[in-house]
């Protein structure tokens, strides 16, 4: 197996302020991450995919400078939701990629009041 | 068409029983085929991974694959009540720059 951490588990904002998310693979490095979303009762969203180094490539209809995703190194990524809204509520789970396996963090529930 | 399909449930058996929980998928390129359980408000656990046709078996799960038939399944013998999950199927291409995944199945085990 592999051991990932994603934290905060769960956070509460207000409409307007950012909110960061992150996440470890702390016993291997993952040369990509997958960031998702969650709704209620349904399947993983992907948002968006990064490799270490470069520029996250965003699934259509996700909004890059609303979502900004951060690789930095082979162990960290972050999502930082920017200007949330009510609307971004919602369950994000990152997903790094060691060699051909995706394992998943614990997952972050984002309550925008 | 979704690329994956599978029957969300919710499936509720006895304690003991075997299950079955199955996904299609269009994509013949799809090579790599995976089974995760996700607990309430927890992210997915990785429970088994294969590639190519056949059976894997580890413990009281059983993952099979027919390529011939674009469908996939997963075996929960003597099934017991931390089983309880939604269990998710995910697949691949070559190259895993995207995982396609199910919705989900919800499964309940009754004591």
């Known amino acids: 197996g592999a051991v990932v951490s994603q934290h905060p588990s769960r956070v509460i904002c207000k409409s307007g302020t950012s909110v960061k998310i992150e996440c470890r693979s702390l016993d291997f490095q993952a040369t990509t991450m997958f960031w998702y979303r969650q709704f209620p009762k349904q399947s993983l969203m992907l948002m968006a995919t990064?490799?270490?180094?470069?520029?996250?490539?965003?699934e259509q209809g996700v909004e890059k400078d609303k979502f900004l995703i951060n690789h930095a190194s082979l162990t960290l990524s972050t999502l930082t939701v920017t200007s949330a809204h009510p609307e971004d509520s919602s369950f994000y789970i990152c997903?790094?990629?060691?060699?051909?396996?995706?394992?998943f963090g614990q997952g972050t529930r984002l309550t925008v009041v | 068409q979704k690329e994956v399909e599978q029957d969300p449930g919710p499936l509720s058996v006895p304690e003991g029983a075997i299950v079955s929980l199955n996904c299609t998928y269009s994509n013949s390129a799809f090579q790599y085929f995976m089974w995760y359980r996700q607990y309430s408000r927890k992210g997915p656990e990785l429970l088994m991974y294969?590639?190519?046709?056949g059976n894997k078996e580890d413990g009281r799960f059983t993952a099979q694959v027919d390529k011939s038939s674009k469908y996939i399944s997963l075996f929960i013998r003597d099934s017991q009540p931390s089983d309880s999950a939604t269990y998710l199927c995910a697949m691949s291409l070559y190259n895993f720059n995207k995982f396609y995944f199910g919705s989900g199945t919800k499964l309940n085990v009754k004591p």
């Open positions: 990064s490799n270490e180094g470069s520029k996250a490539t965003y």
């Open positions: 997903s790094p990629l060691k060699d051909t396996e995706a394992f």
């Open positions: 294969t590639y190519s046709s």
